[in-house]
């Protein structure tokens, strides 16, 4: 895959390495400062990573790295097909290019081998940023129907959908929401309404898009991700001992709300912050995105390096 802009000046310049654990692509950006490494969701790649930090992790202080996990782009499925394995596929990213310790942000489908990295390497940890993370079992959730399947699932629908958040984003992110979030009519009219006045959360969900286009190049790995995570009942998450926020939208129809109250209430020590009425996109698109991402960059702030 070649270099692709997510938004101006957000640049995804993937690198693919052999480690001893196998081979992973990536992206790496900044110049300086402590490393953040990005895990990311379902459909998604090293690109969707960089997206989901974009603009609220600042370069001019940190390196992010952005790996994309076994099955998804340019990592082959081989290198981890476990959440395990994947934890030390990224110990093992970080052996090869001379990284000491970072610290993770993880979300989504990124949650268990999240998880897993800060259990099994506590010693490459310096803290631990979950977002709407999976923490248990999990299938496609009950609100992805026939309609958001093909638009979605596959690389034609992807295409239409592209088309649609360009025609018209607010048909669009109604469309998402009613995949994403357990809204009323009203809520899901005040959620669209928010978003369309906001220029940088419409410019999240138009880079989002891409990083999960073209369908075809990361349905390996959002196939194994969902075959996993079925076999889970609850990841023993009390192992973890390094500072961690859990971050989650109470309205979230994707991983569930419970997902984030079980990791919280399971990790001694951590933090919380609930986004009232957030989808499972609500840390980038809702009317309280904005104080998510403060808290988040407050907390790395406080525990990086």
Known sequence: MNQQELMPVII???????????????SLAGSDGPVVMVI????????????????????SKYRILCPSRPGYLGTPLESGRTMEEQADLLAALLDTLGIGKV??????????????????HPDRISALVAIDAVSGFYELPEKVGPVAEALFLNSLGQKITNLMEKVSPASFLKQLFMSEAY????????????????????EFVHAFMQTMFPYHTRKEGTENDVAVFATYTRIPLGAINCPTLVVHGTHDADVKFWDGVYAYESIEGARRHWIEYGSHLGFWVSPGAAEAQAVAAGFLERHAG
Do not use: C
Request: glycine share 10%; charged share 15%.
């Open 40 to 59: 990311h969701g379902g459909l998604g790649g090293h690109d969707q990573a960089m997206a989901i930090a974009a603009r609220w992790i600042d370069t």
């Open 183 to 202: 809204y009323t009519k009203s809520q899901m009219n005040e959620q669209v309404a928010s978003a369309m006045q906001d220029p940088r959360q419409l």
């Open 12 to 26: 995804a310049d993937p690198v693919t390495v052999e480690t001893k654990a196998g081979m992973i692509e990536y």
């Open 103 to 120: 610290s993770v942000v993880s979300a989504s489908a990124g949650g268990p081998p999240g998880y897993f990295f800060a259990m099994r």
